[in-house]
């Protein structure tokens, strides 16, 4: 069983990861409307994976 404590510090973890994470999404949306960059140039500007570039952009790709 977790303490109150560490129970927040997860908590705190899981929002923060959740809010990186749509950030990320956010800024592959804005590079895919530019329609200047590949999917590879994409993930790696926002430091994700070419998959996840394709889940963002709705094409399940290669």
């Known amino acids: 069983?977790?303490?109150r404590e560490e129970a927040l510090?997860?908590?705190l973890e899981k929002g923060l990861e959740k809010g990186?994470?749509?950030k990320s999404i956010?800024?592959?949306k804005k590079l895919l409307?530019?329609?200047?960059f590949t999917d590879?140039?994409?993930a790696n500007f926002a430091s994700v994976t070419e998959e996840f570039v394709?889940?963002?952009k709705?094409?399940?790709g290669k």
């Open 20 to 22: 990186a994470a749509q």
């Open 9 to 11: 510090e997860e908590g």
């Open 54 to 56: 394709r889940k963002v």
């Open 33 to 36: 409307l530019a329609e200047k």
């Open 40 to 42: 590879a140039e994409i």
């Open 26 to 28: 956010e800024v592959i």
């Open 1 to 3: 069983m977790l303490t």
């Open 58 to 60: 709705g094409d399940p």
